[in-house]
Structures are given as structure tokens and as C-alpha cells.
């Protein structure tokens, strides 16, 4: 459910007294929905106080879990969102956990503080982390390829124009051009958009995870908890690495994305990034 008041066209024909209604009923709803604040953040703007930089626009997302109607920041929420949801209906977190019962919700609410989580919690936030990812990368994907074709056309009419003797293009060529260099100005915008919501993610910390402070020389293994778990134990089969991109601080368990993370290479030099800083760093390339 998002925050949206749509006017069809077919209501034009209506009454005046209709018109009247139907504005007062989206005034209303209006008025409404700029009461719904983020249940992590506290903000009821568009913009989350608690990140950095603080002044990125991100949508709020309301569930449609029963007796829940919490709302979300997209990258307030447990599971990080970085666009619109495609489903008809979304569920938060917490409501997909307790498989929307409401007595699961009473007493200790989570949803705004970090507490660890339990295998079945666990299990469900890689599936559902993984599949964000996933589908951030594939628009991400789309949006490179637009703008190459856009920037493909550009250049071959640019070599058309040289190869003939009059430098003057004709109207087709020049409303061609024009019509590309606009669509590639939209595919830039959304794509950088889309790497400036990944790193204000990576940096902030709405949540209060556990993070290592980069400022800090030395860590021990009691402050090696997994950002992802909040656990702090490991085993030889499933140690705590700490990500090595500057300003992110995560520390992960192996087995907290059902193997997906590769194990660290022999070289103790080697560089190892979470899933997120991952994605940020195949997107560089």
C-alpha cells in the first residue's frame, strides 16, 4: 500500500457536487497519510533523519499485514528495500515471521529495536535480503543497457553526420539525437539514484546493527557479532568476517546467507565484502 491519491479521468463528467466530494475525500486521505510515520525512524517525511546523508529521498512503505499497518522507510526496514515493491500486497518483516498471527506481536516489539534473531528469522531474512538484491541488481542491469542503446544511437548518427559532406543533419537525425540524449539523461539519473540509495544504506544505520567503527585499531572476538544474526558466536565452519569496505563496519556469519558468502581466500591481505558492499563494488566495475 503506498501513499498515493489517484483522480481517473471518467470523474470529470461527474456533478460539481461529486467534484466536491471526491476532493474532500482526497484531502482527507491526504491528511491521513502525512500523519504515518516510519515505526523504525519516527519521520513522517520522505526522508530519514537517522541516515547519512540525511537528505535522500525514500519512499514509505505501509504493510498490509493484519491488525499491523506499521510503516517503513525502505531502507528503515529489516529487509532493505531500494524500489517500489512489485506485489499487490507487502508484509513487513515482522508479519511474514509470524505468519501474520497478532499474538506473535504483542509484548517485545522488535520491529524498531536489534535484537537477535532466532534459526527460523534467521533462515527467512537471506531469502528475502537475497531476492532484494536480486532484483535491485537486475533493474540495475536494465538501466545500464537502456542508456547504452540510447548512448549507442548518439554515437552513430554523430558518425553519419561526419562522413557526409554537408555537416548540416537533417530534421530526422537531429529530433533522433535529441530523443536519445533525453532518454540517456533519465537512465543516468535513475541509475546514479539507485547507487546513492545503495550507499546511503551501506552507511547509515538506522537499525543500531552491530558495527565495527572504522575509527577503532583493534577489534576482539567478543565484538565480532554478526551484523545479519546479531550472534556473536562462531565456529571454524562458521567464523564472523568483518567487511572491508570503508565506512560499512558489517561483521557476518558464513552460514547466515545459506553459503552464498564465499570463505575468505588464504591470503590474509585478500579484501572480503558483504552482499551489499559486494553489489556496490560489481556496479564500480
Known sequence: MYFTCCIHSF???????????????CSSSEDEFQNVKCHVCGSNTDCCPLEKPSNLQQDIVLCDGKDCGRGFHFRCHEIPLFSTPTVKQW????????????????????????????????????KLVLSELKRYESALIREWNNLSKMEDIIRTFKAMAKTRASSKSSKFEFDEVKHAKRKAKKYRGRILDKLESMQAF????????????????????????????????????????LCDHNGC?????????????????????????????????????
Open 11 to 25: 470523474f470529470a463528467v461527474q456533478t460539481s457536487n461529486n467534484n466536491e466530494q471526491l476532493s474532500d475525500g
Open 91 to 126: 508484509f513487513c518483516f515482522n508479519c511474514q515471521v509470524s505468519k501474520y498471527k497478532r499474538k506473535e506481536r504483542d509484548g517485545d516489539d522488535f520491529m524498531s529495536t536489534c535484537r537477535t534473531l532466532s534459526k527460523r528469522e534467521r533462515t527467512l531474512k537471506t
Open 202 to 241: 551501506i552507511k547509515s544505520n538506522p537499525r543500531k546493527e552491530p558495527r565495527f567503527d572504522d575509527e577503532s585499531s583493534e577489534i576482539s572476538a567478543s565484538d565480532m557479532i554478526c551484523s545479519f544474526c546479531r550472534v556473536s558466536s562462531s565456529s571454524d565452519n562458521n567464523d564472523v568476517f
Open 249 to 285: 563496519g558489517r561483521m557476518m556469519h558464513l552460514e547466515c546467507f545459506g553459503g552464498v558468502l564465499e570463505k575468505m581466500n588464504d591470503d590474509e591481505d585478500s579484501n572480503w565484502f558483504c552482499p551489499f558492499c559486494e553489489t556496490v563494488s560489481l556496479e564500480n566495475n
